[in-house]
């Protein structure tokens, strides 16, 4: 072999050696700043003019806070009057240990959300209506506890969990029909979602 090309190909064979050094130990550098970066943190403090006796304000949003909003926008998209009953319905829903849309599902399922019920009732549920036989509340907060509370009892602590179970004892007639209730019940609850 030519001494010329055995020069330029040692020389070449380091240069390429000496260029990958280069380029690794440049990897290395940048891979551990990373690293540290990741590991650091910094603290930054801002400040502006203001006065020192500033009070803070703050606001937490919690999951019971955006269940009552789910509730409440579901009610007001069908111009119920019960959009003003939202946090009751979540406070008897938790209170009992029950899915917090089966309340509303059941009210609109039974009264289009109150609009359709029997006069002076407050009976969004058709709980407790068979025939001429009308139960009445005083109230929507009365009616919600009520029924929440009889869905626990009577329903849930029975084995009765899902709207196809309820309907059985609830809405007998609706089971010999294919069980229109429970698949509009279910219905509802799933847009509250």
Same mark, same amino acid.
């Given at each position: @072999? ?19 050094? +280069? ?5 290395? /550098?940048?891979?551990?700043f ?20 500033q009070?803070? +304000?703050?606001?937490?949003?919690g999951s ?13 998209n ?18 009992y ?8 599902? +059941?009210? @609109? ?18 709980? $407790?209506?068979? $025939?001429?036989k ?13 029924? $929440? ?17 309820? @309907? ?19 219905? /509802? ?5």
């Amino acid at each position: @072999m030519d001494p010329f090309k055995k020069l330029a190909l040692l020389v070449g064979w380091f240069g390429a050696a000496f260029i990958t050094s +280069i380029i690794s130990v440049s990897l290395l /550098f940048l891979t551990s700043f990373e690293r540290s970066l990741e590991t650091t943190s910094t603290t930054y403090q801002l400040y502006q003019a203001l006065p020192q006796n500033q009070t803070p +304000i703050s606001y937490s949003l919690g999951s019971a806070d955006a269940r009552e909003f789910l509730v409440r926008d579901f009610f007001r998209n069908y111009k119920s009057p019960l959009d003003d009953f939202s946090n009751q319905f979540i406070q008897v829903a938790d209170y009992y240990q029950l899915d917090f849309r089966l309340l509303p599902a +059941i009210a @609109m399922q039974e009264s289009n959300g109150a609009k359709r019920m029997i006069g002076d009732s407050f009976n969004p549920f058709g709980f $407790g209506i068979y $025939g001429s036989k009308v139960l009445k509340f005083s109230t929507f907060e009365d009616a919600i506890e009520v029924v $929440g509370k009889t869905l626990r009892e009577e329903y849930v602590n029975q084995g009765l969990t899902t709207p196809e179970k309820i @309907m059985t004892k609830y809405t007998p007639p609706s089971v010999e029909k294919g069980g229109p209730w429970a698949i509009g019940v279910s219905s /509802f609850m799933e847009e509250i979602k």
